[in-house]
């Protein structure tokens, strides 16, 4: 798990009025069948689609899998999440991505950057991944 701050090759977030964009990047584990990463991706997808998010688009470079089916083109890869920049919807966002990968003994990894601001989260201890995701949601939040 690394907390990786540089902007080089990161996309700026825009932070419209209230709404603040997420981009959103699922690399699920290398060594599961191809089904069972679109599978893993799409679950996540739907958990974040569940939350009270503006939008979900694909992102920059992201690709539609060639199993996807005709609606439900943002299965893999990078997403911008479209959300109220108040609220706690953001801590929802974040913690929905925790619960996510401490429910699977996988090495997926999901980055998720705002204005540049980039955490990378993948396999570490919950204690580690608890304090680094509560240091990024303070620089974002202002709690």
């Not at 539609?64 to 439900?72: F, H, L, R």
């Not at 913690?95 to 980039?118: F, K, N, P, Q, Y």
């Amino acid at each position: 798990m690394q907390d990786d701050a540089s902007t080089s090759s990161r996309p700026s977030q825009q932070r419209e009025g209230n709404v603040m964009e997420v981009l959103l990047v699922v690399a699920p584990d290398p060594d599961l069948e191809p089904e069972t990463r679109e599978r893993v991706s799409r679950r996540l997808r739907t958990e974040i689609a569940d939350l009270d998010v503006e939008s979900i688009r694909l992102g920059p470079g992201a690709s539609t899998p060639d199993s996807a089916k005709g609606g439900d083109a943002v299965t893999l890869g990078a997403v911008v999440v479209a959300l109220s920049a108040s609220g706690g919807v953001f801590t929802a966002l974040v913690e929905t991505v925790r619960d996510w990968l401490s429910r699977s003994s996988a090495r997926h990894r999901v980055s998720l950057t705002i204005d540049g601001d980039t955490i990378e989260l993948e396999r570490a201890s919950d204690a580690e991944r608890r304090d680094l995701i509560d240091a990024y949601i303070r620089r974002h939040t202002g709690s």
